[in-house]
């Protein structure tokens, strides 16, 4: 037997180079998680893989402030936990409340009509939060709907809507909620319960700081009884939990349903332990006061936020490419020049603005003044008129005045 394809002329192992990660993820892994990643592969129904699994719903539920038993991590990025809240809440001919306030509301009401159900749209305008009231007349012109859908941080703009307003209007009106947390998680405050939010799903990559590919997801008891009653089949046999539930579920024996991602998965259990030891009121705080510093830099420039400042996202920082700015080049010469990445504008927002994230590890004093010093220097060399030093003279103020830094 010979090969009839031919050997590739260049064969090489290809390293990643080393990036400061301040885009709308993935963030910065601490060498912890990396270290975790790194261990050798066991099975995944070894008993010490078992054992991970089962602290990490524990850690999970801490992080997400839940008591819901249905609390594990989807195997796959945060698009497939959306899409398993969505396959197995929506049976066809459903109507569901999907608010659309950027790209990501987009995407759910995709999600709903593959689902065969209905999408009934809420729009607010991208950079503002969703409208509570809004809901509400949504809700009460269509007293059929079954469930309430919407994004709590909306990475596209960088806006933060009021999810336990949003749950209050949706439950008064018989209504469950699914909620996006996929950038809100770890970076700021998610109270599941006491918001009352059914179904939600998060990402590993962006304020848990681990690598893409896993998605934390949770479940009321009120939501696993929808889905247990279900009149037809999840039409995902991947997603459907009622199978998942037989694998990630209690103290029950195992059985197979996929190959978990068992490496990616003992990663994601330990940056829950380094957000656990932190503890969920500190690490909020550290996005804040970074944001601020972040924040007071921009202005010293004279550069505007997306989103009006009650709104604002600590870890997600949406700013206007200023005037005569060419957008692709300065992103590019931040790449390039000093190995940091943010993020460009999506849809309506494509090519007018950049998204600084400020998620979980990269969310560190030393990366904001790397990121303004860096952008200042390249917004000088565009031509545009700033006073050199400013920027970074700001952020150390703001950072005083949180008491990062000692007066
Ligand atoms: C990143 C993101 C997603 C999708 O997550 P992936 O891991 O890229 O699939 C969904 N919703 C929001 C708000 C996000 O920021």
Redesign the pocket.
Same mark, same amino acid.
């Given at each position: 037997m010979t090969t009839t394809i031919a050997r590739p002329d260049k064969i090489a192992s290809l390293p990643a180079p080393k990036r400061i990660l301040m885009g709308?993820?993935p963030s910065d892994i601490h060498p912890r998680v990396l270290a975790a990643l790194g261990q050798p592969v066991i099975g995944h129904l070894d008993p010490a893989c078992v054992a991970m699994m089962d602290d990490l719903k524990r850690l999970l539920r801490y992080a997400f402030q839940t008591n819901n038993e249905l609390t594990f991590a989807v195997s796959g990025?945060?698009? @497939?936990g959306?899409e398993t809240c969505f396959v197995n809440l929506v049976e066809p001919g459903n109507k569901v409340i999907v608010c659309r306030n950027g790209v990501?509301g987009g995407r759910m009401i995709e999600n709903v009509q593959r689902a065969g159900g209905t999408a009934v749209v809420v729009e607010d305008t991208w950079g503002e939060p969703v409208d509570p009231q809004k809901v509400e007349d949504a809700l009460k012109q269509n007293p059929d709907a079954k469930l309430v859908a919407f994004?709590h941080?909306?990475?596209s703009t960088g806006a933060q809507s009021d999810a336990a307003a949003i749950a209050a209007v949706a439950e008064k009106h018989g209504c469950l909620v699914i909620a996006?947390t @996929?950038?809100s998680l770890g970076g700021t405050k998610v109270l599941l319960d006491q918001w009352g939010i059914d179904a939600t799903y998060s990402?590993s990559?962006?304020c848990l700081s681990c690598t893409?590919g896993l998605?934390p997801v949770s479940f009321s008891a009120r939501a696993v009884e929808r889905i247990k009653a279900r009149k037809t089949k999840v039409q995902s046999w991947f997603m459907d939990l009622n199978l998942v539930l037989e694998y990630w579920g209690g103290a029950a024996k195992r059985t197979y349903h996929h190959t978990a991602p068992v490496n990616s998965l003992f990663a994601l259990h330990e940056s829950l332990v380094m957000l656990a030891e932190e503890g969920l009121e500190k690490a909020w705080a550290r996005h804040r006061n970074n944001h601020l510093a972040l924040k007071a830099g921009f202005e010293a420039m004279g550069l505007k936020f997306v989103v009006r400042e009650e709104a604002r996202l600590p870890q997600l920082n949406a700013i206007y490419v200023p005037e005569g700015v060419a957008d692709a080049e300065v992103r590019t010469r931040l790449l390039t020049e000093y190995n940091l990445e943010i993020g460009a504008g999506l849809g309506p927002l494509a090519g007018k603005v950049w998204r600084f994230g400020l998620m979980g590890y990269s969310s560190r004093p030393e990366n904001v003044m790397l990121c303004l010093s860096a952008l200042e220097s390249v917004l000088a060399s565009s031509g545009y008129a700033l006073k050199a030093g400013a920027a970074e003279a700001a952020a150390k103020q703001a950072y005083t005045a949180s008491g990062v830094v000692a007066a």
């Amino acid at each position: 037997m010979t090969t009839t394809i031919a050997r590739p002329d260049k064969i090489a192992s290809l390293p990643a180079p080393k990036r400061i990660l301040m885009g709308p993820g993935p963030s910065d892994i601490h060498p912890r998680v990396l270290a975790a990643l790194g261990q050798p592969v066991i099975g995944h129904l070894d008993p010490a893989c078992v054992a991970m699994m089962d602290d990490l719903k524990r850690l999970l539920r801490y992080a997400f402030q839940t008591n819901n038993e249905l609390t594990f991590a989807v195997s796959g990025p945060g698009s @497939v936990g959306m899409e398993t809240c969505f396959v197995n809440l929506v049976e066809p001919g459903n109507k569901v409340i999907v608010c659309r306030n950027g790209v990501f509301g987009g995407r759910m009401i995709e999600n709903v009509q593959r689902a065969g159900g209905t999408a009934v749209v809420v729009e607010d305008t991208w950079g503002e939060p969703v409208d509570p009231q809004k809901v509400e007349d949504a809700l009460k012109q269509n007293p059929d709907a079954k469930l309430v859908a919407f994004v709590h941080a909306e990475t596209s703009t960088g806006a933060q809507s009021d999810a336990a307003a949003i749950a209050a209007v949706a439950e008064k009106h018989g209504c469950l909620v699914i909620a996006d947390t @996929v950038t809100s998680l770890g970076g700021t405050k998610v109270l599941l319960d006491q918001w009352g939010i059914d179904a939600t799903y998060s990402g590993s990559q962006k304020c848990l700081s681990c690598t893409p590919g896993l998605s934390p997801v949770s479940f009321s008891a009120r939501a696993v009884e929808r889905i247990k009653a279900r009149k037809t089949k999840v039409q995902s046999w991947f997603m459907d939990l009622n199978l998942v539930l037989e694998y990630w579920g209690g103290a029950a024996k195992r059985t197979y349903h996929h190959t978990a991602p068992v490496n990616s998965l003992f990663a994601l259990h330990e940056s829950l332990v380094m957000l656990a030891e932190e503890g969920l009121e500190k690490a909020w705080a550290r996005h804040r006061n970074n944001h601020l510093a972040l924040k007071a830099g921009f202005e010293a420039m004279g550069l505007k936020f997306v989103v009006r400042e009650e709104a604002r996202l600590p870890q997600l920082n949406a700013i206007y490419v200023p005037e005569g700015v060419a957008d692709a080049e300065v992103r590019t010469r931040l790449l390039t020049e000093y190995n940091l990445e943010i993020g460009a504008g999506l849809g309506p927002l494509a090519g007018k603005v950049w998204r600084f994230g400020l998620m979980g590890y990269s969310s560190r004093p030393e990366n904001v003044m790397l990121c303004l010093s860096a952008l200042e220097s390249v917004l000088a060399s565009s031509g545009y008129a700033l006073k050199a030093g400013a920027a970074e003279a700001a952020a150390k103020q703001a950072y005083t005045a949180s008491g990062v830094v000692a007066a």
